[in-house]
């Protein structure tokens, strides 16, 4: 009889074995590290002034006052936050009015969601990044610091945010919360029309601004 062949064993060395799960380590940290981070904010004292400034997005069209995000966020945050929404201002408009309200307020931080009109009425998007530079520039040169908010440009698909708002906020230096307003309009649930959200959609909005401004040190 032919004597039965034996299984073949395959011994691999142990230290072999523990490179290769230092090595997936390594990886997994370095990429962890490769992980984009949103810049840095100055803490908000207790007393601070958060102005928020917009149009129909910040005035809370489609909720009632109590349902609108400025408010929202300052039973979150705990600070006074100013609502500056006027519905239907176009980001000429709104770099027209910003610097009275900075003066007026002297805010701690400027929340920025402006541009929606613009992109509505197909204004060429080098004139609404300009615009959303110069207000930015506005509230730097008074020493207020700035988040921006990106609104998603109108599409027949899957709503995205308009690609300007990254490139601002990179240029800048700022954090930008660059997927809510997108994710909101996409959803039925949390829109009062197709291009509002509900009070579901704004308290969802005013949640992750509450979450980065936990993310980037500001509380």
């Known amino acids: 009889m032919r004597p039965r062949s034996q299984p073949v064993r395959l011994l691999i060395p142990t230290t072999s074995v523990r490179l290769g799960v230092a090595g997936i380590l390594l990886f997994l940290s370095l990429l962890a590290a490769c992980s984009p981070k949103p810049e840095s904010l100055s803490p908000l004292p207790a007393d601070a002034i958060i102005l928020a400034f ?24 705990g600070r006074q936050v100013i609502n500056a929404g006027v519905p239907g201002e176009v980001s000429s408009q709104g770099l027209a009015r910003l610097p009275g309200l900075l003066d007026e307020h002297q805010p701690h931080l400027l929340i920025l969601t402006h541009g929606g009109n613009d992109l509505l009425r197909r204004v060429d998007v080098e004139h609404t990044r300009n615009n959303l530079a110069a207000m930015i520039q506005l509230a730097q040169d008074r020493g207020t610091e700035v988040l921006l ?3 998603p440009a109108p599409t027949l698909l899957r709503l995205r945010s308009e690609a300007i708002y990254a490139e601002v906020g990179e240029a800048f230096g700022i ?4 997927g809510a307003l997108a994710r909101i309009l996409s959803r039925d649930a949390m829109k009062s029309d197709p291009i509002h ?15 980065l401004l936990i993310e980037t040190g500001a509380l």
Do not use: C, F, K
Request: proline share 7%; aromatic share 6%; net charge negative.
């Open 149 to 151: 908010v990106a609104v």
């Open 197 to 211: 959200p509900n009070a579901d959609g704004y308290r969802y909005l005013a949640e992750h601004i509450h979450r």
């Open 175 to 178: 954090p930008v919360e660059n």
């Open 54 to 77: 917009g149009d129909s997005l910040t005035a809370g069209t489609g909720a009632n006052e109590a349902g609108a995000y400025p408010t929202q966020l300052a039973a979150l945050s």
